[in-house]
């Protein structure tokens, strides 16, 4: 199942940021799972090569000027309008994905630019603080990715005490980032305690149904949400901080019974997040 959804990420017909980003993690994710099981997955490793340099180049490409990334590559000849006014506006959202890409890709042994990372994080740092004004869900939602993102890659003093102004909220966030922020915790100071409440929270969350166990969330367009990309995260979540859970192979169920007729589920997104978590559960 989990290559036929790849499958479907790799010949996607658009080329967007998100899709890049999609179309090798998964792909990278999977192949170091088999690795570590000790057996040799060939189309894996085929898929990875046709996809990994050549994502990771696109996207090294096409970092802006402040840092961060937009949903489309300009043309360079859009970059830039009179002394230097840039034209190309970065998203916050994507941006985070595509830090998430790389770090993943760092982890994994591959060569990418400090620098890169260095100027992507400076942006989320900067865009982190503006959100903090208004305590809408999608906002707090937004800021769990970034702080979890950011902790991977720089696993800074600050951002603990960004994530834990933010658990003070934690009612009020969605499941996937009250995941996020369980992992970034963890990230942080390994034990912690409430991580452990977060996932205990998340455990008693799920709703049960006949198809298997799912989370629901605010539905937020701003971003990406759906119930499956809720359940993928916090699936993802549990798989590395509480593998017992009873709750794992229902909610594998709820995923595995919401493909649709390609193989794959309903976006390029919620594609890779949902074979992503079950490479962990694996």
Not at 166 to 189: G, V
Request: proline content about 4%; charged content about 20%; some cysteine.
């Amino acid at each position: 199942a989990m290559t036929t959804g790849l499958d479907v990420l790799e010949h996607y017909p658009y080329e967007c940021t998100e899709q890049t980003v999609s179309r090798f993690l998964p792909n990278l994710e999977a192949f170091r799972a088999i690795q570590s099981l000790g057996l040799d997955a060939p189309d894996l490793q085929a898929r990875l090569e046709r996809t990994l340099n050549a994502g990771l180049d696109r996207l090294i490409a096409n970092q802006n000027m402040d840092g961060g990334w937009s949903w489309w590559p300009a043309p360079d000849s859009a970059q830039y309008f009179g002394e230097g006014e840039q034209l190309v506006i970065s998203d916050p959202y994507i941006t985070t994905y595509v830090l998430f890409g790389l770090n993943r890709a760092k982890v994994a042994g591959v060569f990418v630019d400090e620098a890169v990372i260095q100027n992507a994080s400076n942006y989320l740092l900067t865009t982190m603080a503006s959100l903090w004004g208004d305590l809408e869900t999608w906002r707090l939602d937004r800021i769990a990715f970034m702080q979890y993102v950011l902790a991977q890659a720089r696993g800074m003093e600050r951002l603990g005490m960004d994530a834990n102004e933010l658990y003070q909220h934690r009612d009020r966030l969605s499941p996937w980032a009250r995941a996020m922020l369980a992992m970034t915790f963890e990230t942080l100071a390994p034990g912690d305690e409430r991580s452990e409440t977060l996932l205990s929270d998340l455990n008693a969350m799920g709703i049960r149904t006949a198809t298997g166990t799912h989370w629901e969330g605010s539905d937020s367009w701003r971003n990406m949400e759906t119930g499956v990309f809720n359940s993928a995260v916090v699936i993802y979540a549990l798989a590395q901080q509480d593998p017992a859970s009873p709750t794992l192979p229902e909610a594998v169920r709820y995923l595995m019974a919401h493909r649709d007729a390609r193989g794959a589920w309903a976006s390029t997104y919620e594609t890779a997040w949902t074979l992503m978590s079950l490479t962990e559960v694996m």
